[in-house]
């Protein structure tokens, strides 16, 4: 299973940017995609996951800020960042559970950058 990451950059405080991460590969019909982030000093935390079925978790620190969503057709998921703050500046990971196997793989990460 692979992840490729798209979208990030740098961005005002306030702003908005929309991450996307496609898999590929042996991707199993249930699963949980979901972004983590990591910023430097610190350990990886979960930003927002989504279950095939649609069910969502966010962390507390973004809930009413990002939306996490999916495109299961196009084995993709999507993390819309708004009223981006400064705290916000962090690598974000993408990730996928195959739930049957309980496997898991990480994407690449991408940078995202909040200036304020």
């Known amino acids: 299973v692979q992840l490729v990451e798209s979208g990030g950059g740098l961005v005002q405080a306030g702003g908005s940017l929309r991450l996307s991460c496609v898999a590929s590969?042996?991707?199993?019909?249930?699963?949980?995609m979901g972004w983590y982030r990591q910023a430097p000093g610190k350990q990886r935390e979960l930003v927002a996951s989504?279950?095939?079925?649609?069910?969502?978790n966010y962390a507390d620190s973004v809930k009413g800020r990002f939306t996490i969503s999916r495109d299961n057709a196009k084995n993709t998921v999507y993390l819309q960042m708004n009223s981006l703050k400064a705290e916000d500046t962090a690598v974000y990971y993408c990730?996928?559970?195959?739930?049957?196997?309980?496997?898991?793989?990480w994407g690449q990460g991408i940078q995202v950058t909040v200036s304020s």
């Open positions: 990730n996928i559970i195959l739930i049957l196997s309980q496997r898991y793989y």
């Open positions: 590969g042996s991707i199993l019909s249930i699963n949980v």
């Open positions: 989504i279950h095939t079925g649609g069910s969502t």
